[in-house]
Nanobody
């Protein structure tokens, strides 16, 4: 069983930064494909940034140039660094993990929910104008 513990959410003004850590206690993060999803009020969850087991990341167009995602394997932690935040980035942010790739390949990993087996409880991010 993989447990995911998110933190780092909060309230920030437009243009500010936040860093969201997702800790995977007792499980090697370098064996997992992982990602961050955002769910705005009244909307479905959508991907922000996935990273495969080797650390290769995909940044969606909506956050390209402002968000980065990276793993610290020594700390078993996935980070989402968010810069130049906008009000439309407001939402609940969820960390997710997959111990094996859906369909058997890590190629193009992580942009849809069904690829993931484990989810954290979420951390709220609110960006005010």
């Amino acid at each position: 069983q993989v447990q995911l513990v998110e933190s780092g959410g909060g309230s920030v003004q437009t243009g500010g930064p936040l860093r969201l850590p997702c800790v995977v206690p007792g499980y090697p993060a370098n064996s997992l494909g992982m990602g961050w999803f955002r769910q705005a009020p009244g909307k479905e969850r959508e991907p922000a940034a996935p990273v495969d087991h080797d650390g290769r990341a995909t940044i969606t167009d909506s956050v390209k140039g402002r968000f980065t995602i990276f793993k610290d394997n020594g700390r078993n932690t996935l980070y989402l660094q968010m810069n130049k935040l906008k009000p439309e980035n407001t939402g609940m942010y969820y960390c997710a993990a997959a111990p094996r790739p859906y369909g058997g390949s890590w190629s193009h990993f992580g942009l849809v929910e069904y690829e993931y087996d484990y989810w954290g409880q979420g951390t709220q991010v609110t960006v005010s104008s």
